[in-house]
Every structure is written in structure tokens, then in C-alpha cells.
């Protein structure tokens, strides 16, 4: 059974998919994918905050007053809650993004719910085929719809060999790159992102562009 997927999708800016004049004259465009509900944690980041600064500022001024004697536990018990006041602090708002910027490229970006998780990928429209819609499994065995990136490879064949027999990882040189790979929307949203990403990357409606440089160093197009 599928999960409820309870998104919402932000358009920056706010724009129709079947408005052409301003879909031609945009240059920047960003989708964002954030859950309806926000999780328990971040909704209590502001509390525990609070609560581990309180703990923090009453420890302190009771050293100062020399109610007590710290001791090296004491201190270690200090160290211990100001990390955690640390951890609370990096608590953020888990999303999925993708910005378009015509003639550029696409920046992927992951917000996860701890910021030193996040990651970023930048694909230039020169390494872009294309932007599809593929059909996966997913987890134990559900069946799913996904957008994605086809990309040129920057290896060589012997490169290519060495990296298919090592199975080695290397974002780099993925020929696919996921859009939403942690939230993976359902298939109505990827077609809206799609359809509005593909006018604004490539100013046109054909299935793909790719740009090459003929023998002359004069730039085609090849549809």
C-alpha cells in the first residue's frame, strides 16, 4: 500500500503552468516540497531551546554565586548540555527543492530534519539529456513514479568499464539524479514540475535538447 504522501509544493514564483508569457520570461524557478504536518520535533525546537538555554544560564550563575563547588563532573555535565542546546539549534523544517535557472542548469537540494545531513547536487544544462518521468519499485516492492535527470557521463569507456566492475559510487558521474529523492511525490505533482521545468530550462516543448559543438565549433542543436 502507498503512504499518504501529504506534500505541499511551493512555486517560487507563483506561476500557471499554461501561462506561456510568463513562464517565458521567468529565469529562476523553484519548486519545494515540505510535509503538511510538520514533524513533533521541529514544531518543539523552540521550547527546547528554551528549556536548554535555562538549564544552561541557571548553572552558570549558581557557579558564580558559589552555592555549590563544581566539580569535574559538574563540568562535564555543562559541556554535555551545551552540545545538546548545539543539537537543538541545527533542528530544521525537512524539505525536498529543486531550482530551475534558464540556460544554467538545476540545483537538487535535500533539507533533512538535522542541517548537517543536508545535500545539494548542481547539474549544468550542458551535461543534461533530458528531464523524464520513470516508473521504479521502492522499499518492499511498491511500485512508483519518480522525476529524474538523464545525464551524460564524464568517463571515459575504459573509465566506465573500471567504474561498472568496481561498483564504486560516485555522484559525479550518475547518469540518473533523482529530483525529490527523499520525499518522492506522487506522479500529479512530478507532471506539473516537469512540464514547467522543461519550458523554462529549454525554451521549447521537443521531447529533449542537447547542445554539441560540430566540427566547424559552431553550436547545434539535436532534437
Known sequence: MSSAKDYILKIE????VNDEE?????????????H???????RLKPLLMMLSLTLSVVFLILR????????????????????????????????DSLTIIKGV?????????????????????????DLVIHEGFHGYGQVIFYLCFLCKSNLTDNEENDYDSNNEKNDNNEIIKIVFKEFL????????????????LFDEA???????IDENNQPEHII
Open 13 to 16: 514564483p507563483t506561476i500557471d
Open 22 to 34: 510568463a513562464i517565458k520570461s521567468t529565469n529562476i524557478l523553484k519548486f519545494s516540497l515540505y
Open 36 to 42: 503538511r504536518k510538520q514533524s513533533l520535533l521541529f
Open 64 to 95: 558564580r554565586n558559589s552555592i555549590f563547588q563544581l566539580h569535574q563532573l559538574d563540568v562535564f555535565s555543562l559541556i554535555i548540555l551545551l552540545l545538546i542546546m548545539i543539537s537543538f539549534s541545527s533542528i530544521q523544517e525537512p524539505s
Open 105 to 129: 542548469g538545476a540545483q537538487l537540494d535535500s533539507t533533512k530534519l538535522w542541517s548537517f545531513q543536508n545535500s545539494n547536487t548542481f547539474i549544468p544544462i550542458n551535461n543534461m539529456i
Open 185 to 200: 511525490p506522487r506522479k500529479d505533482v512530478l507532471l506539473k514540475v516537469r512540464k514547467l521545468s522543461r519550458k523554462v
Open 206 to 212: 521537443q521531447r529533449y535538447s542537447a547542445r554539441v
